[in-house]
Nanobody, 121 residues
Framework: VQLQASGGGLVQPGGSLRLSCAAS????????IAWFRQVPGKEHEEVSC????????YSTDSVKGRLTISRDKAKNTVYLQMNSLKPEDTAVYYC???????????????WGKGTLVTVSS
């Protein structure tokens, strides 16, 4: 059972990135998949989550309209499209799964290694 987050990098303010969270060893069909981010010295912040089965999504207010979560069932992968990026979006981004239907940090079961996003000019 493995989650692999990728796609991070350095981008200028206003730019875009697309993060991927690929699952191997299990299917995401019965999970809620969430993206979190963490800045050094701070707790994980929930960004967005998706019910992989029916596609329902949730995003925190600070990213609505800019960061969009989606899924590709054929690839067993969840994406986070990040547009209009701001310096305050700089963080390590993690994907995680929940089999309890929850969309919060303590409800997550599996975690992938993070991918660093740096928004800077």
């Amino acid at each position: 059972v493995q989650l692999q987050a990728s796609g991070g990098g350095l981008v200028q303010p206003g730019g875009s990135l697309r993060l991927s969270c690929a699952a191997s060893g299990f299917t995401l069909d019965y999970y809620v998949i969430a993206w979190f981010r963490q800045v050094p010295g701070k707790e994980h912040e929930e960004v967005s989550c998706i019910n992989y089965s029916d596609g329902r999504t949730y995003s925190t207010d600070s990213v609505k309209g800019r960061l969009t979560i989606s899924r590709d069932k054929a690839k067993n992968t969840v994406y986070l499209q990040m547009n209009s990026l701001k310096p305050e979006d700089t963080a390590v981004y993690y994907c995680a799964t929940s089999d309890s239907g929850r969309c919060d940090y303590y409800g997550m079961k599996h975690w992938g290694k993070g991918t660093l996003v740096t928004v800077s000019s």
